[in-house]
């Protein structure tokens, strides 16, 4: 299990409700993003606090300066975020699971915390394998809507406009599975998934599920010590 306890600190002088409502705003596109094994810890913690020794005029909600204010934080919380997947017990892939064209935001929110959380799909990412029928799997079970002869899934590399589909309109593609496992192998890159419905999308940073993992937290009765975590 990763636990998070996040502590971002700010000289600036920001009014404390408009430095909550930043806080809230980076933290819903960030740490409330990302996944390593589905669980969370009931001391799963982000605070954020503010000196004001900058001595800048106060920002409050109504301040020009809260853009920047907000982008920075947006920037420093999702690195961190990042970080805690790839910190993750022995992980060795970075996924980013991008879903698109669901009918809501909630729905398409619903399809990429399936599909991130999902055992199987996560120990097919630690073998490289883009299998997509795991995938769908993880789609049917969630509940968002779906019409299957809709459904595109593709992968890429991080930062790459070059997606391989596997499945365009709920039909496998000609593009090959060596092809495929060209990207799914490497250290990080993207799964793309359209259900082509309307306009809602979400995302989701995630990581593979390894032997490591399962070695790190099962535990050894005849130690203690590593009992209890």
Excluded at 46 to 73: D, E, H, M
Excluded at 91 to 116: E, H, I, L, M, Q
Excluded at 118 to 131: E, H
């Amino acid at each position: 299990m990763r636990r998070c306890s996040v502590f971002l600190t700010t000289d600036a002088a920001i009014e404390a409700k408009t430095l909550q409502a930043a806080l809230n705003k980076a933290v819903a596109k960030s740490f409330n993003r990302i996944t390593v094994d589905g669980d969370m810890s009931t001391n799963d913690t982000v605070l954020a606090l503010a000196n004001g020794r900058a001595g800048n005029p106060p920002i409050t909600s109504r301040s020009r300066g809260l853009a920047a204010f907000q982008a920075a934080l947006d920037h420093v919380a999702l690195d961190l975020a990042r970080k805690i997947v790839l910190d993750g017990e022995g992980v060795s892939r970075f996924v980013t699971v991008r879903v698109g064209g669901a009918r809501t935001c909630a729905d398409a929110d619903a399809a990429a915390r399936a599909v991130a959380n999902s055992a199987l799909v996560k120990t097919s990412w630690c073998g490289g394998d883009p299998n997509w029928g795991r995938i769908l799997c993880a789609l049917g079970y969630s509940t968002a809507q779906l019409v299957e002869s809709r459904l595109d899934v593709g992968y890429s590399l991080p930062g790459s406009r070059r997606i391989l589909y596997s499945l365009k309109g709920g039909r496998p593609t000609s593009v090959s599975f060596k092809a495929l496992c060209g990207i799914t192998t490497a250290a990080a890159f993207d799964l793309h998934i359209n259900l082509n419905l309307g306009g809602g999308a979400a995302l989701m940073y995630a990581a593979d599920l390894t032997e490591a993992y399962v070695d790190f937290n099962k535990g050894d009765v005849n130690d203690p010590t590593t009992l209890g975590g």
